[in-house]
């Protein structure tokens, strides 16, 4: 991913955003992909795919991997700066995650995976009676995995590289937008720092 230096965001807060935003799309060398939960857990990315899936293959097979995540996007109308002759663009907030994946083939891994999505997406649901009764049939189903965390990048770009009169003036129109994205575009465009003149 490229990441201009004004729009890099260091580690904790690339993390942060995945704890956020954790739906992901998984991309391995064969351009084969899938689009999962995952859930950090140590130095790690945990979830699951369906057998089926020629994903399953690929976990077998130990390959690279990378794990897209992606944040609160928005496009900005140049009509929205206070400056003349300016451009449309499109302000976003994501997380790469370069890795090797690794199955969980034990019963007792892959339940847990099972257990750490359940509390994590849902922790008033009481999960332990179908993952006991019916976890053999559930685990036949799936094929559970850990992407280790090799390399993570993450990238916010929210106007940093317009006049601070610019960025204010397009996060205040996003702020009154119609949907949940732009409004969190906009007040975290309004969260960077005016740049010292």
Same mark, same amino acid.
């Given at each position: 991913m490229y990441v201009p230096?004004?729009?890099a965001c260091d580690e904790p807060m690339a993390l942060a !955003?995945?704890?956020a935003h954790p739906f992901a799309l998984l991309v391995v060398p064969d351009l084969d992909a899938a689009h999962v939960p @995952? #859930? $950090? $857990?140590? %130095?790690s990315l945990i =979830?699951? #795919?369906a057998r089926a899936s020629s994903l399953a293959s690929a976990i077998e097979a130990r390959s690279p991997a990378l794990a897209v995540f992606s944040g609160p996007h928005a496009f900005v109308s140049p009509r929205t700066y206070v400056s003349p002759r300016q451009?449309?663009?499109?302000?976003y907030v994501s997380t790469h995650v370069? =890795? =090797?994946l690794s199955p969980i083939s034990d019963v007792e891994g892959a339940v847990e995976v099972l257990r750490v999505l359940s509390r994590t997406f849902d922790p008033t649901w009481d999960a332990e009676p179908m993952l006991g009764a019916r976890a053999s049939g559930l685990l036949q189903g799936i094929a559970a995995f850990e992407l280790r965390i090799e390399r993570v990048t993450g990238k $916010?770009? @929210? =106007?940093?590289? $317009? %006049?601070d009169v610019d960025r204010i003036a397009a996060a205040r129109a996003l702020e009154i937008a119609s949907t949940d994205d732009a409004r969190a575009?906009? %007040?975290? !465009? @309004? %969260?960077?720092p005016a740049r010292a003149r």
């Open positions: 230096h004004e729009f !955003m995945i704890d @995952l #859930v $950090r $857990r140590g %130095a =979830g699951h #795919v451009v449309p663009t499109w302000n370069h =890795g =090797g $916010r770009k @929210l =106007g940093q590289n $317009r %006049a575009i906009g %007040a975290a !465009m @309004l %969260a960077i």
